[in-house]
C-alpha cells in the first residue's frame, strides 16, 4: 500500500519536470519472422543514463510471447536534434507457445539478457528506433517508436517553457 501511495505522489512531481515520457512501439523479430507490439516508461530521458520498464508482446507470427522487463539507456552522443545510446535489457519472458517449438529444451517460462543501440529526437514527442541483440536466443529484432515526455514544450507544462520566463520580473518582496 505504501510503495501505490509513494508512485501515485511522484508520478505528478516527475512528470511535470520533464523526468518521465510513456511510449508505444511495434517490433519486428528476424528470426522468428514475428511482429508485435510494445509499451514502456522512460524514467529520466533527458539524462545521461535512464531507466525504461518494459512490456512487449509477439502476437503475428509463428511464435506468441510476452516480455516484462528492465532496459538502462545510456546516451553516448547528445546532439541539437537527435540521440544517441546503447542499451542493456533484462527480462522474464513467457513464451506461449513452446511445446510447438523445434528447438531443444524449449521452455515457457525464460530469462533473457538483450543489449542493443537506438536512436531518438529531442522533441516532446520523441520516435525512435532500437535494433537489440537477444544473447539467449540469438536472435535479433527492431523496434519503432515514440515516446512522449510530459512536461515539455510550450504547453505551460515544463520547466523551461518560455512563455513561463520573463526577463523583467522584479521580485515583489523589494
Known amino acids: 500500500m505504501r510503495t501505490l501511495l509513494l508512485t501515485l505522489i511522484l508520478i505528478p512531481v516527475l512528470a511535470v519536470s520533464q523526468n518521465i515520457g510513456v511510449g508505444a512501439s511495434a517490433m519486428y523479430n528476424f528470426q522468428s519472422e514475428s511482429w508485435g507490439a510494445g509499451a514502456r516508461v522512460n524514467v529520466f530521458p533527458n539524462r545521461t543514463i535512464s531507466y525504461v520498464p518494459q512490456f512487449s508482446y509477439y502476437f503475428i507470427g509463428p511464435v506468441s510471447e510476452f516480455t516484462l522487463g528492465l532496459s538502462i539507456e545510456a546516451k553516448i552522443k547528445r546532439g541539437n536534434t537527435f540521440n544517441y545510446y546503447l542499451m542493456a535489457h533484462g527480462g522474464y519472458n513467457q513464451w506461449m507457445n513452446s ?5 531443444d529444451g524449449a521452455q515457457a517460462a525464460n530469462w533473457n539478457l538483450e543489449g542493443g543501440v537506438g536512436i ?31 512536461g515539455c514544450g510550450g504547453d505551460g507544462g515544463g520547466y523551461r517553457d518560455p512563455n513561463r520566463m520573463r526577463n523583467h520580473v522584479i521580485c515583489p518582496a523589494y
Do not use: D
Request: glycine residues 6%.
Open 120 to 150: 531518438t529526437t529531442n522533441h516532446c514527442l520523441r520516435p525512435f528506433l532500437e535494433y537489440r541483440y537477444n544473447v539467449k536466443f540469438q536472435e535479433t529484432h527492431l523496434r519503432l517508436g515514440l515516446l512522449y515526455i510530459f
Open 99 to 103: 511445446g510447438s517449438s523445434a528447438m
